[in-house]
């Protein structure tokens, strides 16, 4: 079972680049990587999924390492209103078991 | 067009009362989740059915049921409410299965007094 660890918090400030890291030492094969983001009082949101190596999207990249023990969520050039609760999710995709970790609470400041 | 709707979005009871929670999924995905989210932010999954079919059970007690009367619906029942069941129920969906994207409603915050 893939638990994941992640910082508890982080502080940043507008036009910077954020990189939140996430360990998931017992990842599986079937193992792919999601992080999720969450606003106060709404549904988390998918933001970027991955299984090996570099993938980016218009909001954000997600890197994993060959042995894919971890993986950095990099936010480019963050605003206020990235101010937010990052997860990281590692899912089984025979879907038997899903694990999200404890979240990574983001706050940036002016 | 909501994409996964939840009913009610508050719901205050007492102890020992049997509640329901609805959620819809207009996306046409095959999977549906609960999840638990508790005042320390920790989201933890509760059940998974996929086209009807139980998939994911993790370990709640049995006062929660889960009933998914077509792949579009999946509703939480729970019996005898108890203090520690406050929390914010999340219903989700993907297309397939559990490792695809999930898109989550808007929560349901259940306060038990």
């Known amino acids: 079972l893939a638990k994941t660890t992640q910082p508890i918090s982080m502080d940043s400030y507008e036009g910077q680049e954020v990189n939140i890291t996430c360990s998931h030492n017992?990842?599986?094969?079937?193992?792919?990587i999601t992080w999720y983001q969450q606003f106060p009082s709404q549904g988390p949101r998918f933001i970027i999924q991955?299984?090996?190596t570099k993938v980016t999207n218009e909001v954000a990249s997600l890197f994993i390492p060959a042995d894919r023990k971890s993986s950095t969520l990099s936010l480019p050039r963050v605003s206020l209103s990235d101010t937010a609760v990052y997860y990281c999710l590692v899912g089984d995709v025979r879907a038997s078991k899903i694990i999200f970790g404890s979240g990574t609470r983001l706050s940036i400041r002016p | 067009d909501t994409a996964v709707s939840q009913t009610p979005k508050y719901l205050v009871t007492q102890m020992g009362n049997d509640k329901s929670i609805k959620c819809e999924q207009n996306?046409?995905?095959?999977?549906m989740y609960w999840y638990k989210q508790d005042s320390k932010k920790f989201l933890k999954i509760m059940f998974s059915?996929?086209?009807?079919?139980?998939?994911i059970n993790e370990t709640v007690p049995n006062r929660f049921s889960p009933k998914s009367p077509d792949k579009a619906h999946l509703n939480l029942h729970i019996n005898s409410l108890e203090l520690g069941d406050s929390a914010v129920y999340f219903c989700a969906s993907s297309q397939y299965r559990a490792g695809d994207t999930q898109y989550f409603g808007p929560g349901t915050r259940l306060t038990v007094l």
């Open positions: 017992n990842i599986a094969t079937n193992d792919y």
């Open positions: 059915y996929n086209n009807k079919e139980l998939i």
């Open positions: 991955g299984y090996k």
């Open positions: 996306l046409g995905h095959d999977t």
